[in-house]
């Protein structure tokens, strides 16, 4: 099985989709014009030092890998606590119980009495994890991964932003190594 993630500055991602929709609308223009203006922006500005990271799970039907996803990117983000996060999950409209899954995982009142999480990832959104906030955003329809990550993408705050499968399971040093590699 391989994995893909992407860490790309919010900032930069949105400079290319406005660049995009500019060139979009005029025809003279070729393909290489919006990467063009997005490897301008960020030259101007790659020594930034990261305010925090969005991570984006887009979600369709996933609470099944939600638990084991949410644990691992649990555990990675409390060995950072000098890094802000959020974590949004954006919901293609799910028939399952993805969306109560991820909040009982991530809001602890919420979690008081439910056998759907562990103790440790309890204990690590109580103790160590004040640097994380958390987001949902259901769509009303299946839109596909583009679009659910372009709504994340929207709703991001911090300057980095990390887009994850719902699937997706991380080593403890993820993010660790991300952030040294940032900076």
Not at 77 to 105: G, K, M
Not at 139 to 145: E, I, K, Y
Request: proline share 4%; aromatic share 10%; charged share 20%.
């Amino acid at each position: 099985k391989e994995i893909a993630f992407f860490l790309i500055p919010e900032c930069f991602i949105k400079n290319f989709f406005r660049a995009k929709k500019d060139w979009h609308s005029r025809s003279d223009e070729s393909l290489a014009s919006p990467v063009i203006v997005m490897l301008n922006y960020m030259t101007n500005t790659l020594n930034r030092q990261p305010k925090g990271i969005s991570i984006i799970i887009p979600n369709y039907n996933g609470a099944y890998f939600l638990e084991s996803c949410l644990k691992s990117l649990l555990a990675s983000i409390s060995l950072c606590p000098q890094t802000r996060f959020e974590i949004i999950l954006v919901d293609n409209a799910s028939s399952d119980d993805s969306v109560n899954t991820f909040n009982v995982i991530l809001t602890p009142s919420l979690s008081r009495g439910k056998n759907l999480t562990s103790p440790i990832i309890l204990k690590l959104s109580l103790s160590k994890l004040k640097n994380l906030a958390t987001k949902v955003i259901q769509l009303d329809r299946n839109t596909g991964f583009a679009y659910a990550v372009n709504r994340g993408i929207e709703a991001a705050r911090f300057d980095y932003v990390c887009v994850c499968n719902n699937d997706l399971t991380v080593d403890k040093n993820w993010f660790p190594q991300i952030i040294k590699a940032i900076n």
